[in-house]
């Protein structure tokens, strides 16, 4: 039995929407070849962009898990701007407390949804987190920018 990648994809004003899931395919052997639909004409569809973006999203994830700061923090983009126009620096302080101070860190990603326009891509997900005695799950949204190798966040925002 063959393993293959399934995306599903849609383009709309050229931005391009896609959910990937691993299914399982019998083989099969056309006998002839199928004229290509509409669909299948346009650009193909960017799935090592879109794994890329989801494990950007992922292992900041595990960072934040792992209660690495270091690593949770290099995942942000050095243009990102933390909420309410808040300092950089003191945002940067604020959250090391926030994870040093905590014993126990678990952050879920659920419906996870990646959107990539160019160089910019968009993560919707369910966040599930729990520390310590406190569990809260919302949506959160990830804007991200590739820069260099690396799909960096350069905006989050909770709730939608």
């Known amino acids: 039995m063959n393993r ?71 995942a942000y983009a050095p243009d990102f701007t933390p909420a309410r126009n808040q300092d950089r620096k003191r945002w940067e302080t604020e959250r090391r407390a926030r994870i040093a101070d905590k014993s126990s860190i678990s952050v879920g990603i659920e419906d996870l949804v990646i959107s990539i326009n160019g160089q910019a891509a968009s993560a919707r997900f369910k966040q599930v987190y729990r520390a310590d005695k406190v569990k809260e799950t919302g949506r959160k949204t990830l804007e991200l920018q590739r820069v260099g190798n690396q799909w960096l966040i350069r905006k989050e925002s909770a709730g939608g």
């Open 4 to 74: 293959s990648l399934t995306t599903t994809s849609l383009l709309a004003g050229g931005l391009l929407l896609a959910t990937a899931a691993f299914g399982a395919t019998p083989p099969t052997t056309p006998t002839t070849p199928a004229a290509p639909a509409a669909a299948e004409t346009a650009a193909p569809a960017p799935t090592v962009g879109i794994a890329e973006v989801e494990a950007a999203v992922r292992a900041w994830a595990a960072a934040w898990s792992a209660r690495d700061a270091d690593r949770y923090l290099a």
